[in-house]
Structures are given as structure tokens and as C-alpha cells.
């Protein structure tokens, strides 16, 4: 079954705050990272590059958590556990609406050179914590 995000939720996460995600490494130990995100029909979504430790670690297991807390509110969290799926076809596209959402910019500035970009789509299975509408 899939959880679903209340609208409160999504509105902090329409808001340019960074979110924490947390993967499982090779070792079976928790490697979290700030990430930008967004919500896509209803889903987490959030960029990173080929090769990168999460884009691996989630190759590996694609179990996920994504914590937000709002910088404006400590008690405004949105908590959201599930797994992740990969997705290339417009991760580049994507990455430009981050840099535009975070950076204000058209183009993501910090592509490299042969960098393929992916997007990682979370299907949620608990939602945990988020604000009630």
C-alpha cells in the first residue's frame, strides 16, 4: 500500500528547504545525506549523479528514508520511509527545476563533465511523520 503525503506536507516540501536521506551502505551501516527534493504526482523526488554513495547504495537497496524539517517551524517534520526507484529520462530536466527551486538559477551550475544525471523517485510505504491538514 502507498502512502500518501497530506497536503501540508507537500507544501513544505513545494518550499526550497533540504531534506535528509538516508540509505543503507555495502556494509549494512546508515549513510544519510542532505539533498534538495521535490514532489512529482504525489512522490519524493530528489537528483544525484551516477557513481555518486547514495546513487550506489540504493543500486544495492533500494530502501530509503527522507526526513524535512521545517527551518521555520522545528515541529513542522515530515518523515516518509519506502523505497527508491531510478529514473534517467529527464533527471537532467529535473536537476535544472531544482537549481531554479534552491538557486534560483535556469541551469544547474555544478555539472561535470560526463556526469549522468538520475532521478530518484521514493514509493512510499509509511509516512510516519507529517502535519495533519
Known sequence: MTATLTAKARTLLDRPVIANVATV???GRPQ?????VD????????NTARGRVKDRNLSANPN?????????DAFNVVVVRGTARAVEEGADA???RLAKKYMGLDEYPMRQPGEVRVK???DAEAIPMQPAD
Open 25 to 27: 551502505d555495502a556494509e
Open 32 to 36: 544519510i545525506t542532505p539533498v534538495w
Open 39 to 46: 514532489v512529482e504526482d504525489g512522490a519524493v523526488v530528489f
Open 64 to 72: 530509503i528514508a527522507v526526513s524535512v524539517v521545517d527551518p521555520d
Open 94 to 96: 529535473h536537476i535544472d
Open 120 to 122: 530518484y523517485v521514493l
